[in-house]
């Protein structure tokens, strides 16, 4: 007997979002609605439901190996965006596409960026198959951004990162928002960066522990 994805789905709502004060009744609707399991390699789709995150593309060339994230960090981070039906969004790692896919209808505009060109493939695929219309998947190193569609209401970093580059604050429109897991492990923590009259400010707002995206190692400078 196979798994009924539709129930799994609403189990996983019920079960791992609400529980996890996330409110907002437009993001609860996308996560109903977005099925999971359509951005989890096949071997794995059984799993699609489970709180954890699910590996979706192994380590390459002494890379890091990139992950789904779980749903409820996931939903927590999107609902501290704060997204509004206008907003134009830069999704950074997009891996196979599930933020992107809620995003699309959270927000006016997504771009999806991806450094893996097998993912950003996959990724275009899911994308068109839900017919996510609003959503660009574009290809490029992801601590340097996409400044050609910048300024961006949002920024979300799907994954954990040592620290935040310049370029991605520089991408920010006035009013913007970037929210994202800085630290590793037990140690990470989820911030919201809101920029303010041309300077950034920070906040940390809850604890998360989720996979890190590649490019965002912290790179000790030059000591005597």
């Known amino acids: ?3 009924d994805f539709s129930q799994a789905r609403i189990k996983m709502v019920d079960g791992q979002v609400r529980t996890t004060d996330v409110t907002n009744l437009a993001l609860l609707d996308a996560f109903l609605e977005v099925p999971r399991e359509q951005f989890v390699p096949a071997e794995r789709r059984v799993l699609a439901y489970i709180d954890e995150d699910i ?4 380590a390459q060339a002494g890379g ?9 960090p996931l939903a927590k981070l999107l609902q501290l965006a704060d997204i509004t039906p206008g907003d134009i969004v830069l999704d950074v790692g997009c891996g196979t596409g599930y933020a992107s896919a809620l995003l699309s209808r959270l927000a006016s ?6 450094s893996d060109a097998a993912l950003a493939t996959l990724a275009n695929s899911n994308l068109l198959t839900l017919g996510c219309d609003n959503v660009a ?6 601590n340097k951004g996409y400044a050609d569609e910048a300024p961006y ?3 979300f970093l799907g994954g954990a990162v040592d620290e935040v580059p310049a370029a991605l604050f520089d991408q920010l429109k006035e009013g913007g928002r970037l929210v994202v897991v800085v630290g590793r492990g037990n140690a990470g923590v989820a911030r919201l960066y809101v920029k ?6 920070a906040r940390k707002v809850f604890n998360a522990a989720i ?3 590649p490019g965002f190692e912290f790179v000790p400078g030059f000591q005597f």
Request: aromatic residues 2%; negative net charge.
């Open 137 to 142: 998947v574009v290809q490029g190193d992801l």
């Open 1 to 3: 007997m196979g798994i």
């Open 211 to 213: 996979k890190p995206l």
């Open 196 to 201: 303010s009259g041309g300077d950034v400010t």
């Open 55 to 58: 590996q979706i593309a192994p």
């Open 153 to 155: 209401e949002v920024i």
């Open 64 to 72: 890091l190996p990139r992950y789904l994230m779980e749903a409820s």
């Open 109 to 114: 505009s997504v771009i999806a960026l991806e």
